[in-house]
């Protein structure tokens, strides 16, 4: 077997981190790097300019803590809420439909909340309940 | 690899990659040179049309060649142009309300653009993809995806809330079945919320249960205080039980239950919210 060269490490994180950008690409899905951009930032043109050697890497910190962190960690609702809709979501009053879809569910819940999640964490996804709707589990306690 | 081996695949690579053309070139607006050698040099009247056909095909065969390596890819070059140009703000890096985003992105996007019009010009070259978008209609594009979002996520409370409705209707005929409460309060859950509550003591638990497993104490016109003074204590007892971690009753509410004439209902009072 070959030895993984360096490059190909780089290369591989170069592709996972652009492939990330597609929900980073988001705005509202960099949560790090919208908190940084709103306190950390010098003030004047000369003070960003001579911050920069310092603040590119800590940007980039940043977007891959929003990419590999934060952002996945947020999706875990939309994914569980996809999950119960997609199996467990079934007419309960048929007990025969009960009987033989339940061990189904229990079984390819782990399978569809995993791939949900994984999708949700690295893709732009659309939340299930878009912000600022009044929605979700909150709503109405 | 052989020679021969080599050469076939050489051969093969060549007429996928002349089949994938076609994608592109199944389109008649991506055959400028076609179009026009058919519409000004191919004869219109039959005779000439089959006389000279020995010279127009072999000058057509030219014509789709010239559109698959050249015309085409330059009609998409803008296309791939913009397609890359997407990776950066239309009026460059915002470092005055952005700086750290626009720093981070800033090596990524240096890498990417390359990569970005490479791949795009290639996928445009190969394939029928459509030109891209003005800003107006990207606009119009976006309101019609959020429009089709809200109405995914109304059409989803539509039917949730009708399930519900349905249960609450139906649930004094079997007080044991589940209830599947919404996310959001209806207001037209009231009428059969209130005829629920004032049912059978089973159908009050079972209402109860359900909200308050979902994490509900108040929900819309719902207080789940009510379950806490339900004149059967059973209840009382399975309300008690079911009430949320972190969220404390009424001091009111606990005083009396605190004086409740049944044993187990004063004991479970006392563990669950001690003194």
Redesign the interface.
């Given at each position: 077997m070959k030895p993984v060269r360096t490059g190909h490490l780089v290369a591989l994180a170069l592709v996972g981190v652009l492939g990330s950008s597609c929900a980073i690409g988001n705005e509202e899905r960099r949560r790090v790097l919208n908190y940084l951009d709103a306190n950390w930032a010098p003030s004047s043109e000369g003070g960003r300019w001579l911050a920069s050697p310092v603040a590119l890497p800590v940007g980039l910190l940043a977007g891959v803590a929003d990419a590999v962190v934060v952002h996945p960690l947020s999706q875990i609702d939309d994914a569980w809420g996809d999950t119960v809709e997609f199996l467990w979501e079934f007419d309960r009053d048929d007990q025969f439909r009960n009987v033989l879809m339940t061990p189904l569910s229990a079984v390819a819940t782990p399978v569809v909340f995993g791939v949900d999640w994984l999708g949700r964490a690295i893709f732009d996804i659309d939340d299930r309940y878009p912000a600022g709707d009044g929605d979700g589990p909150e709503a109405g306690r | 690899m052989s020679r021969r081996a080599d050469r076939l695949l050489r051969s093969v690579a060549l007429a996928a990659a002349a089949s994938t053309a076609a994608c592109s070139w199944s389109n008649k607006a991506n055959r400028p040179v076609w179009n026009a050698f058919e519409q000004h040099l191919v004869p219109a009247h039959d005779g000439a049309f089959y006389a000279t056909l020995p010279l127009t095909v072999p000058v057509g065969l030219v014509a789709i060649v010239t559109d698959a390596v050249i015309a085409h890819p330059i009609q998409v070059l803008d296309d791939a142009v913009g397609d890359a140009g997407t990776l950066w703000n239309e009026d460059g890096p915002d470092?005055q309300?952005?700086?750290?985003?626009?720093?981070?992105?800033?090596?990524?996007r240096v890498?990417?653009t390359p990569l970005f019009f490479g791949g795009s010009f290639l996928g445009r070259v190969l394939f029928d993809i459509p030109e891209r978008m003005s800003a107006e209609e990207r606009e119009r594009a976006r309101r019609q995806r959020?429009a089709r979002?809200?109405a995914a996520?109304d059409e989803?409370?539509r039917r949730a809330s009708e399930r519900f409705r349905g249960q609450l209707a139906a649930i004094g005929d079997?007080p044991e079945?589940?209830l599947?409460v919404p996310?959001?309060?209806d207001p037209s859950f009231a009428a059969p919320l209130q005829r629920a509550l004032a049912g059978s003591a089973l159908v009050r638990l079972r209402v109860h249960r359900s909200l308050l497993a979902?994490?509900?104490?108040?929900?819309?016109s719902y207080d789940a205080e009510v379950g806490l003074r339900d004149p059967d204590p059973v209840v009382r007892h399975a309300v008690l039980a079911a009430w949320p971690r972190g969220v404390r009753p009424s001091p009111a509410a606990l005083q009396a239950l605190r004086g409740d004439p049944v044993d187990a209902v004063r004991e479970l009072v006392e563990r669950r919210f001690p003194r």
């Open positions: - | 470092f309300s952005a700086y750290y985003t626009e720093l981070a992105f800033l090596p990524l890498v990417a959020l979002q809200r996520a989803r409370r079997d079945r589940t599947d996310e959001q309060w979902r994490g509900y104490v108040h929900f819309g």
